[in-house]
């Protein structure tokens, strides 16, 4: 969490960082600040809250810079800065606690990603030297520790305080002294470096600044970046100087605007129908070469146990990702929260693949995971919508999903496309096991192939009603959502949708598991949402509902077209095209995206940036 990036060089660097904050405000949103040279000194601005407010106090800092100081700042030929929008993780949300951090004598500038494990140690020992920390931030610690390590090479204090840190972090410095020069430095979280003419670049993701130029350097960790006007110097982990070997990357065609949709999330669960296109194409030309590939058939046929593992949305695609496997190609899979997994020494034997699963190729616990399943002796593949993200290097192969930039903080068009990558590996994995006669294989591929325009046709013809149910059951206290099978993974995806944009609390069960529990929450006021679409234990999940109504509850229930019995049972019924109950999953979650962001809507809320939350976790 926490987007920071840097900028040396022609432009008005305060323009270039703000847009930058832009698109990197996904990574959270609890205020923002920047720090940049202008007229011989560093100004530096703050604000609490998302980036709207932070534009007006720029705004107003512009309004009071008199037209003589503008005008010098036109003729200037470098400029130089660094900004950064916060998830808070240690200080609450406060101006204090916002970056950029400086030291005691406000010489020295810092933003920063990530967490200081260390850092209330690393306190003491400033205090010691007489150095007091003014805000409750681990960053600020870094900032002092740059100014007591200065000796005049802003890189080599960077070097010295990042020995005595522990943790993951990534950080971007700026020094009085040396006003041109910003030096950044990674260790597990994100940092990449942007090349352009006579200017510098340095973001935690590709995307702040791939407008400018599409030429990147890559940071492994520990490496230092010092970046100039004049160019730019990478140091091994080590401290020698490295060639800065440059990639190139395709222009982000992933606009961050909206489109004439009134929120991002609105716009993202349109765009599902081509996110799940794009990513079967993908998938089946990323499986289709069969030879000396980890994915190959003959590994695949060596498959004996799968364990897939991720947090949240990918947790819930991943349940659904086991339903598949299982039933399609007669492996068995273990599905683990990412953050337990890492701490319960999980068995791994001889024959399994680990799949991690992130949107966002970031998420800390999930590669944890990874790193731990590798380490151990499994074949680990990542998947991911993120094309450079760490997962990708933590993994011995990756398959993308093609959902493109998915800005609003509640999953949707991601949690499809994965759960569409996982059915299109089960598939293969079904034929590379012999686990599936072809008609049947090939009745699935075109079912998956139909998946487009079912969900289009869902998304366009149930709107109306759930925006209509969602304002009617507006100020509901509890929800409590209902599946069974792959109806469960959907019942737990769309009351973590609620519960996270609308803040009205939600709990998930297997539908058989009500009556242990969950049915003592149940009364008038208290619907019930159930995931109706798994054929084979349908007349089990009536008789569950019976016991809901009989406690006065009423239901709202996902079904199949042509299912008639469902009606007796529910005061209200979404229907959605039928299929394979399987892949009922990617249409049936459609509804209840959009129940939730009415709902969320209707109580004025902010669906893309809900409270507390940020779009990748990056600290454990
Ligand atoms: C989804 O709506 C949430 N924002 C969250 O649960 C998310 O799915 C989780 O943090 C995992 O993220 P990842 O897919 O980027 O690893």
């Not at 996902?558 to 109950?581: F, N």
């Amino acid at each position: 969490m926490c987007g920071i990036i840097g900028y040396v060089g022609h432009r008005r660097s305060q323009d270039v960082l703000f847009d930058g904050l832009r698109r990197l405000e996904y990574r959270g949103y609890d205020s923002a600040g920047l720090a940049w040279r202008e007229n011989g000194r560093t100004e530096c601005v703050r604000a609490i809250g998302n980036l709207d407010s932070l534009g007006s106090v720029l705004a107003a800092h512009s309004a009071a810079t008199d037209a003589s100081e503008s005008a010098a700042v036109a003729t200037a030929t470098v400029s130089a800065g660094i900004a950064h929008t916060r998830w808070a993780t240690h200080g609450g949300v406060t101006e204090d606690n916002a970056h950029p951090h400086t030291d005691w004598s406000g010489r020295v500038r810092i933003v920063l990603n990530g967490i200081i494990e260390n850092y209330l140690e690393l306190r003491d020992l400033l205090a010691d030297e007489m150095i007091q920390c003014t805000s409750e931030t681990d960053a600020e610690v870094v900032a002092q520790l740059i100014s007591f390590y200065y000796d005049g090479d802003l890189s080599e204090a960077v070097r010295s305080t990042v020995s005595v840190l522990s943790g993951h972090f990534a950080f971007v410095a700026m020094c009085d002294d040396d006003p041109e020069t910003l030096v950044g430095v990674r260790r597990e979280c994100p940092l990449v470096v942007g090349v352009g003419d006579r200017e510098l670049f340095i973001a935690s993701s590709i995307s702040a600044f791939v407008e400018h130029t599409p030429r990147v350097v890559e940071l492994h960790d520990g490496e230092i970046a010092v970046m100039h006007p004049s160019g730019l110097t990478v140091f091994d982990d080590n401290g020698l100087p490295r060639d800065p070997q440059e990639t190139r990357v395709e222009r982000d065609e992933d606009r961050c605007e909206k489109e004439g949709f009134e929120t991002f999330m609105l716009k993202e669960i349109h765009e599902q129908p081509s996110a799940i296109a794009e990513t079967l194409r993908e998938t089946r030309a990323a499986l289709a070469p069969r030879e000396n590939h980890q994915l190959g058939l003959a590994q695949l046929r060596n498959v004996r146990r799968i364990i897939i593992v991720g947090c949240g949305t990918s947790y819930h695609a991943a349940l659904a990702g086991r339903m598949a496997i299982e039933r399609w190609a007669r492996v068995p899979v273990e599905v683990d929260v990412a953050s337990e997994f890492r701490y319960r020494d999980p068995i791994i034997e001889p024959g399994t693949l680990v799949l991690g699963i992130t949107q966002s190729g970031e998420t800390a616990d999930t590669l944890a995971a990874m790193r731990l399943a590798r380490a151990r002796g499994a074949t680990v593949v990542a998947l991911t919508n993120a094309p450079g993200s760490q997962a990708t290097r933590e993994a011995d192969a990756v398959l993308f999903t093609r959902a493109g930039l998915e800005i609003g903080v509640a999953a949707t068009k991601t949690f499809v496309a994965q759960v569409v990558l996982l059915y299109a590996l089960a598939l293969d994995l079904a034929r590379a096991q012999d686990a599936l006669a072809l008609d049947r294989l090939a009745e699935l591929q075109r079912d998956l192939d139909l998946l487009p325009a079912h969900v289009e046709h869902v998304t366009r013809s149930v709107d109306g009603q759930m925006r209509q149910l969602a304002e009617r059951l507006v100020w509901s206290p509890f929800f409590l959502y209902l599946g069974r099978l792959s109806g469960l993974s959907v019942a737990l995806e769309g009351a973590l949708k609620l519960k996270e944009i609308s803040y009205v609390p939600t709990d998930a069960y297997a539908a058989g598991e009500m009556k242990h529990g969950p049915i003592a929450l149940l009364g008038r006021d208290t619907p019930v949402v159930c995931v109706a679409t798994e054929e084979g234990v349908l007349p089990k999940l009536l008789s569950n509902l019976s016991e809901v109504r009989a406690r006065g509850a009423q239901v709202l229930a996902v079904a199949s077209e042509g299912c008639k019995q469902i009606a007796e049972h529910a005061e209200h019924v979404v229907y959605v095209p039928a299929a394979d109950s399987l892949l009922q999953v990617v249409v049936a979650i459609v509804p209840l995206q959009l129940f939730a962001y009415h709902l969320a809507r209707a109580r004025g809320l902010n669906v893309d940036q809900p409270r507390n939350l940020a779009k990748t976790v990056t600290v454990e």
